[in-house]
């Protein structure tokens, strides 16, 4: 009896390591690969990365120097032009989605918004190559910053969504119970107790966004100027990373990893604001 | 503590409450056969009751009797919940608050509403609560808003303890406090009637005391309607009371009357605690 309840107890002991075991291995394989990444592109792109890389045009083969600074200013632009579309239309969706409509529209807008999450970016690209690049006969920053738009619609929407469906139902109540109007109740009370969240949501829709490529690919198109005018081709940092990397020239992967560091760093800037943000709101709740 | 004298109404399906004199009240609200559904189930069914003008009504009953569902037809709250259906009419002053060319909103200003749990806005600090009802409603004038803030919060029995701190979070106070800061905010836009469900179900003994000496103080200037699951609250506050059973109106009458000598058994039997 002693000997068999002791055998059971180390049996149990043995699957508790186990499995702890096993779950430690799983949590460090989902950091491993953000350490290998930071990493590799931090050895590899350091060297590369300095004053002329954010000031100066990108130089032809062979001539020594030369930066992304175009491709820097031409994905901030990409980002604003995106945010003009991106971020009313997704925001507004979402407080639709939550205060009004019917169960079964909604039920409908909400699956074709996880469907849209899930449509590959190249996709995008194409469906506004066909739209826009071939009706105006041009690649262009409206273009790139269409498709990087839409990109971010679905995204934002269903972010707003819940962050919206979030707010107790007691401060909707409250306010209308001052005979305050609907509209104003949404957008005083609601949204700005949800404010934090949607800001959220936005600034991680851009941190996506940014760093797409394959929707450029036949929309933005990339250049190697400055660029003056939305209706011409436009560089973005993530095009210049990709046309660097496939060149058989080695100055240009070294710029294209000094470019993939500095995109990088962007979006790991952007993910620590999300937490800033998030934490004053918890902080004061 | 004077209660007027009431002289028992025969039929409570058709109350009219009287003084000693055999005059009858005045009244600030009536409702005139209600009943109400969610979807198809009905929570109400076919209750009239008089509310009388400055004086504080109290509605108990057992949970599910429909009390807070009652309240909310007052100020048309009800609304928000969908699939809700009502029938019959309620009279502020003689205008009935459902006909056609009502707007919800100016109900809702007319008759105000304090909730079970407070609500303070948390974007909100203690001031801009107190007057975001006008300030939301189109009020700009800063001098008249700065004397509806002191005002309101005087009434709430609130500003000494805030005045110094009009700038702080409205969730920054204490349960207690943030109750009476939504009795002020709901004052604030100066309603005719004063809603409160449930006022004090989630405070400690002493805030629930506060807020009931504010209603007795209230009383002089607002007629005061209190959903209530605390009986001895009822009898504390009250001037009237009406007791609901399964979404019909049981009884109603003057407290002293329905807590001493209730003209139906049921209402006995819930008062001496024999259910509910």
Redesign the interface.
């Given at each position: 009896m002693e000997i068999q309840r002791k055998d059971h107890h180390s049996w149990r002991k043995l699957k508790s390591t186990l499995i702890s075991g096993l779950t430690f291995c799983s949590a460090v394989l989902v950091i491993a690969p953000l350490g290998l990444v930071f990493f590799h592109v931090l050895m590899s792109g350091i060297g590369a990365v300095n004053l002329e890389f954010f000031t100066n045009l990108p130089k032809p083969v062979g001539v020594p120097g030369g930066g992304m600074a175009n491709a820097i200013v031409g994905t901030l632009e990409l980002l604003a032009l995106a945010s003009v579309i991106g971020i009313p239309v997704g925001v507004l969706g979402g407080i639709f989605l939550a205060e009004y409509g019917t169960a079964r529209v909604n039920a409908v807008l909400r699956f074709i918004a996880d469907v849209l999450n899930g449509v590959p970016s190249i996709i995008w690209g194409v469906v506004v190559y066909g739209l826009i690049v071939l009706r105006f006969k041009s690649f262009s920053g409206y273009a790139g910053g269409l498709a990087l738009g839409l990109i971010m619609i679905p995204l934002i929407l269903r972010t707003t969504e819940e962050v919206i469906l979030l707010v107790?139902a007691?401060?909707?109540?409250?306010?209308?119970?001052?005979?305050?109007?609907r509209w104003?109740?949404i957008i005083?009370?609601v949204v700005?107790?949800a404010?934090r969240g949607i800001i959220t949501g936005i600034l991680l829709a851009l941190a996506r966004v940014g760093g797409e490529t394959a929707p450029l690919l036949f929309t933005a198109f990339g250049n190697h100027f400055w660029n003056r005018d939305l209706n011409e081709p436009i560089a973005a940092l993530p095009l210049q990373i990709f046309t660097y990397a496939i060149s058989p020239y080695d100055d240009w992967h070294r710029q294209a990893w000094a470019g993939a560091l500095v995109l990088v760093t962007g979006v790991f800037c952007v993910n620590v604001l999300v937490r800033i943000v998030t934490r004053v709101r918890t902080a004061?709740? | 503590m004077s209660r007027p004298e009431v002289v028992e109404p025969r039929d409570p399906g058709a109350a009219v409450l009287l003084d000693t004199e055999g005059e009858a009240l005045p009244l600030a609200m009536e409702a005139k056969n209600v009943s109400m559904w969610y979807g198809s189930k009905r929570a109400i069914d076919n209750v009239s009751l008089d509310m009388p003008a400055k004086a504080v009504t109290a509605i108990i009953g057992p949970s599910g009797c429909g009390k807070s569902t009652f309240i909310r037809a007052l100020n048309r709250m009800h609304e928000l919940v969908p699939h809700a259906r009502i029938e019959g009419s309620v009279f502020l002053h003689g205008q009935n608050l459902y006909a056609s060319s009502m707007d919800p909103a100016v109900v809702r200003r007319r008759v105000g509403m304090v909730f079970q749990k407070s609500n303070p806005f948390p974007t909100m600090s203690i001031g801009e609560n107190a007057i975001v009802g006008l300030r939301l409603n189109g009020v700009s004038d800063r001098r008249f808003l700065n004397e509806r803030l002191e005002q309101s919060l005087r009434m709430a029995a609130l500003w000494d303890e805030v005045k110094d701190d009009l700038h702080k979070s409205g969730t920054s106070l204490s349960g207690g406090q943030q109750q009476r800061l939504c009795i002020a905010r709901a004052l604030a836009v100066e309603p005719e009637v004063l809603l409160m469900d449930e006022p004090c179900s989630a405070l400690d003994p002493i805030a629930t005391a506060k807020i009931e000496e504010l209603i007795q103080g209230l009383k002089t200037q607002y007629t005061i309607v209190i959903v209530t699951h605390n009986m001895q609250q009822a009898g504390r506050v009250s001037d009237f009371t009406a007791f609901f059973y399964m979404g019909r109106l049981i009884e109603v009458g003057s407290t002293t009357k329905i807590f001493t000598n209730p003209n139906e058994k049921q209402t006995e039997d819930y008062i001496t605690g024999r259910f509910g």
């Open positions: 107790p007691g401060y909707r109540e409250a306010a209308l119970a001052l005979g305050i109007a104003k109740t005083q009370i700005k107790t404010s004061s709740a | -």
